[in-house]
Each structure stands twice: as structure tokens, then as C-alpha cells.
């Protein structure tokens, strides 16, 4: 008889996104663009953070809108509620818990040095609340509590996927081996997309000047205006260069949607002006993101289909994080009903 060859258990892969607003351009090409692919080889799960959100004051009802907007987007961009487990972070009540367990077992100083709460405190004077000093806890029980091996993270999310382990090797070297410390998973296709106004800048949700970001609903002309208004140089030559900021950020977006290359792209646009090589990049955003827009809003006229979904992504996410959340509480003394 044969013997029988157990399947190895593929890697388990975490990323959840704020309710916040629309993304944009950047995250998409930094990030989203290259989440169905994973399905393909992890274990994937994603989630709409919106207990992170109210960190800063929302109001509420464009947080449930918001936090809707975000569910159908992810759908939108790929990925299928039937092969990654697909939910909202509030439906998932494991997530305070295993946050409040992580709180006692993070030291004051640690979180009092992370960069992201000095920077909001200063955006927000108005509103240091506890909770925007004990996020990362939150943040560290919405990965510990999946057991997840790798995380997507960008340089500026780096200091948070640390204090996960931090925290992580801490609980098991009091308590054995409970949780599953992650390794983060740098992207490497992913793009960084700055400001169409500021190139020095990185494109951002809650920038003011609104010619400076693109977001995935933008409607194909307002799209092509903002990339026409975009800032470049008076050179007047398209290739990738120091202190051509705005040249090399249209071309690196411009590379992310189309494939070719920096030198396929100069080629491409050698003895043409920046009129030409704006539209260029314009026409190619909008044909990126023409299938995503469609399914968005094929997706925001089935309100009843999403909360399937999204019903069914927190059932099963319950059922995976509360055998953490047993595991942990045995562990530290607790009485389990």
C-alpha cells in the first residue's frame, strides 16, 4: 500500500487596512495590487481594522460607510471571500480580548517609543487618548491571533511588526510556546507612490491639496486632470534621475502599471515632451484600475451579497482566533467555561 503523504501546511499571511477613507493609487500599487496573488501561496487572511480607526474621532455614520466602502474593495482588487478569510475587525470580539491579555505583558516604555504615537499626538493634541498609546497591543493580538508566519509590511510599519515580537517571545518564554512569532514579508513588486504635488512626499489619504492623491474611485477625467496638474521639472526630459523627483515618480507608477522597464520607458519617450508622458501615465492608471472600479461598484449595488460575506468571514475567523485566545488564558490562570 502506498503510504499516504501528508500535505505541508502552507504559511499563514495577515494584513488588515484601516476604514479610514478611500485608498489610493499608493496603496494599491504598494500593496493591495499584489494581495490575490498570495491567496495562490499562503493561508491568507485579511481584515478591515476599523477598532484601530477610532484612535481619531469618526464620525459615525461615515465610519459604517467607510468601513462597508473598505469591505468591497478588497473584493474589488481580488480577493475572494472563498479562498482568503475576508472580515471586519469588529466582528471579531477576540481581538479586544487577546489585545487587553498583550497590554499586561507590553512594557510602558516600549509603546512610549513608538514613532507612530509620538506623530499622531502631535497631529491630534487635542485627543491623546489610551487607546492611541495601546494600539500596538491591538495591532499585535490582530496577527498573534491567527498563529500568522509572515506579515506585508512597508518600512514605515516595520517598528510594529517588532514590538509584535517582542511581545510574542516575551509570553512564551513565560509561558512555553503559545504563539507563532511572525517574520515580516517585504513585497518586493510593490511601488512607492508619492505625491502628485509634492513628490518629496508620500502619496497620503488625508492630504489636503486635493490634486495630490489619487483614489480608487476617482472617475477616469478627474484621474487625467490630476495627472496632467502633476509636478515635474523644467528639463523637460523623461528618465529617472537624482533630483528629478516628480519624472521619477510618474515613471515609477507609470512602470508598476504597465511592466516596462525605466529603460523601456525613457526609449519609449525619448524626444517627447512631459505633456505626452503625463497623459501616458494617466491613460494607464485609468485602464489599471477600470476592471477594480467596475467590480466596486457592481459590489456597493449588493449590499446583501457583502454582509454574506463579511457574515461569514467573521464566523470562521472567530472559530480560528478563539483557540488562541483559550490557549493563551489557560496559560496565564484563567477558568474556561
Same mark, same amino acid.
Given at each position: 500500500?502506498?503510504?499516504?503523504?501528508?500535505?505541508?501546511?502552507r504559511?499563514?499571511?495577515?494584513?488588515?487596512?484601516?476604514?479610514?477613507?478611500?485608498?489610493?493609487?499608493?496603496?494599491?500599487?504598494?500593496?493591495?495590487k499584489?494581495?490575490?496573488?498570495?491567496?495562490?501561496e499562503?493561508?491568507?487572511?485579511?481584515?478591515?481594522?476599523?477598532?484601530h480607526?477610532?484612535?481619531?474621532?469618526?464620525?459615525?455614520?461615515?465610519?459604517?460607510?467607510?468601513?462597508?466602502?473598505?469591505?468591497?474593495?478588497?473584493?474589488?482588487?481580488?480577493?475572494?471571500?472563498?479562498?482568503?478569510?475576508?472580515?471586519?475587525?469588529?466582528?471579531?470580539?477576540?481581538?479586544?480580548?487577546?489585545?487587553?491579555?498583550?497590554?499586561?505583558?507590553?512594557?510602558? *516604555?516600549?509603546? !512610549?517609543? /513608538? $514613532?507612530?504615537f509620538?506623530?499622531?499626538?502631535?497631529?491630534h493634541? &487635542?485627543? =491623546?487618548?489610551?487607546?492611541?498609546f495601546?494600539?500596538?497591543?491591538?495591532?499585535?493580538?490582530?496577527?498573534?491571533l491567527?498563529?500568522?508566519?509572515?506579515?506585508?509590511?512597508?518600512?514605515?510599519?516595520?517598528?510594529?511588526?517588532?514590538?509584535?515580537?517582542?511581545?510574542?517571545?516575551?509570553?512564551?518564554?513565560?509561558?512555553?510556546?503559545?504563539?507563532?512569532?511572525?517574520?515580516?514579508?517585504?513585497?518586493?513588486?510593490?511601488?512607492?507612490?508619492?505625491?502628485?504635488?509634492?513628490?518629496?512626499?508620500?502619496?497620503s489619504?488625508?492630504?489636503?491639496?486635493?490634486?495630490?492623491?489619487?483614489?480608487?474611485?476617482?472617475?477616469?477625467?478627474?484621474?487625467?486632470?490630476?495627472?496632467?496638474?502633476?509636478?515635474?521639472?523644467?528639463?523637460?526630459?523623461?528618465?529617472?534621475?537624482?533630483?528629478?523627483? *516628480?519624472?521619477? !515618480?510618474? /515613471? $515609477?507608477?507609470y512602470?508598476?502599471?504597465?511592466?516596462?522597464?525605466? &529603460?523601456? =520607458?525613457?526609449?519609449?519617450?525619448?524626444?517627447?515632451?512631459?505633456?505626452?508622458?503625463?497623459?501616458?501615465v494617466?491613460?494607464?492608471?485609468?485602464?489599471?484600475?477600470?476592471?477594480?472600479?467596475?467590480?466596486?461598484?457592481?459590489?456597493?449595488?449588493?449590499k446583501?451579497?457583502l454582509?454574506?460575506?463579511?457574515?461569514?468571514g467573521?464566523?470562521?475567523?472567530?472559530?480560528?482566533?478563539?483557540?488562541?485566545?483559550?490557549?493563551?488564558?489557560?496559560?496565564?490562570?484563567?477558568?474556561?467555561?
Amino acid at each position: 500500500m502506498a503510504e499516504e503523504i501528508k500535505k505541508e501546511r502552507r504559511k499563514r499571511s495577515l494584513s488588515l487596512i484601516q476604514p479610514t477613507s478611500i485608498p489610493t493609487l499608493g496603496n494599491y500599487l504598494g500593496a493591495m495590487k499584489g494581495w490575490p496573488s498570495f491567496q495562490e501561496e499562503f493561508d491568507t487572511i485579511y481584515g478591515v481594522a476599523d477598532l484601530h480607526s477610532i484612535t481619531v474621532r469618526q464620525d459615525p455614520k461615515m465610519l459604517k460607510q467607510q468601513t462597508i466602502q473598505m469591505y468591497a474593495q478588497l473584493m474589488a482588487v481580488g480577493l475572494d471571500p472563498d479562498k482568503s478569510i475576508l472580515f471586519i475587525q469588529s466582528h471579531v470580539p477576540q481581538h479586544s480580548q487577546l489585545a487587553w491579555l498583550l497590554n499586561c505583558y507590553t512594557q510602558f *516604555g516600549e509603546l !512610549n517609543r /513608538m $514613532t507612530q504615537f509620538k506623530d499622531k499626538s502631535q497631529q491630534h493634541a &487635542d485627543n =491623546i487618548n489610551a487607546g492611541l498609546f495601546t494600539y500596538p497591543c491591538l495591532m499585535a493580538a490582530d496577527i498573534l491571533l491567527y498563529q500568522a508566519d509572515i506579515v506585508p509590511v512597508g518600512e514605515d510599519q516595520k517598528q510594529h511588526l517588532e514590538i509584535t515580537r517582542d511581545i510574542a517571545e516575551r509570553f512564551n518564554g513565560v509561558y512555553g510556546n503559545v504563539f507563532t512569532v511572525p517574520e515580516p514579508y517585504i513585497v518586493k513588486s510593490g511601488a512607492r507612490v508619492m505625491s502628485l504635488a509634492d513628490p518629496t512626499k508620500k502619496m497620503s489619504k488625508s492630504d489636503p491639496n486635493p490634486r495630490a492623491t489619487v483614489f480608487l474611485t476617482d472617475a477616469p477625467n478627474v484621474i487625467m486632470k490630476k495627472f496632467k496638474s502633476a509636478v515635474t521639472d523644467s528639463e523637460m526630459s523623461v528618465r529617472y534621475a537624482q533630483g528629478k523627483d *516628480g519624472i521619477n !515618480n510618474l /515613471m $515609477t507608477i507609470y512602470s508598476a502599471v504597465t511592466g516596462k522597464s525605466f &529603460d523601456a =520607458i525613457e526609449s519609449e519617450f525619448a524626444g517627447r515632451g512631459y505633456g505626452d508622458f503625463k497623459t501616458a501615465v494617466g491613460e494607464a492608471v485609468v485602464a489599471e484600475l477600470e476592471p477594480v472600479q467596475k467590480k466596486y461598484n457592481e459590489l456597493m449595488q449588493d449590499k446583501a451579497y457583502l454582509e454574506e460575506k463579511w457574515t461569514q468571514g467573521a464566523e470562521i475567523a472567530q472559530r480560528l482566533s478563539q483557540r488562541t485566545v483559550d490557549k493563551a488564558m489557560k496559560k496565564i490562570g484563567f477558568l474556561l467555561k
